[in-house]
């Protein structure tokens, strides 16, 4: 059997989600609770009408809303770095700290490939460092 998602209990997730369940892929995320997943008070989650799990807080299991199970869709984490070389280290702190396990390994590689290219005169090494401290 796969590993789920996410793993271990520090993760801001909450303690029933699929995403502690399954991995990246077999359960769905939407934005907030809706008709389209609703709750199964037998067991305290969501499906969707198919019966597939649904995450309802993207923003705690650090994934954006998308149909990964219901539609097949892939996902892609999408670095955006900020315009100033001076808010690097609060914004990566930020998105590194707020990122699933499963994603952390694909922000570090794109922020590793577009600190040099955005702030050549920045050590890119030494911005992650602190991001990551």
Known sequence: MAEPFLTGGVHPACGICPSRRFPL???DVFERPSHDCQFNPVDGHR???AGVPVCVHPEKVGLPPGRYKTD???????LKLPAD???LDVYLHEVLHNA????????????AQQIPRA???VDSLQVLR????
């Open 130 to 133: 602190r991001a990551l401290n």
């Open 119 to 121: 702030f050549p005169e």
């Open 47 to 49: 499906y969707t009408a």
């Open 72 to 78: 097949g869709t892939p996902f892609t984490a999408e």
């Open 85 to 87: 070389a001076a808010e």
């Open 25 to 27: 892929g077999e359960f």
């Open 100 to 111: 699933a396990p499963g994603v952390l390994e694909l922000l570090i590689e794109q922020a």
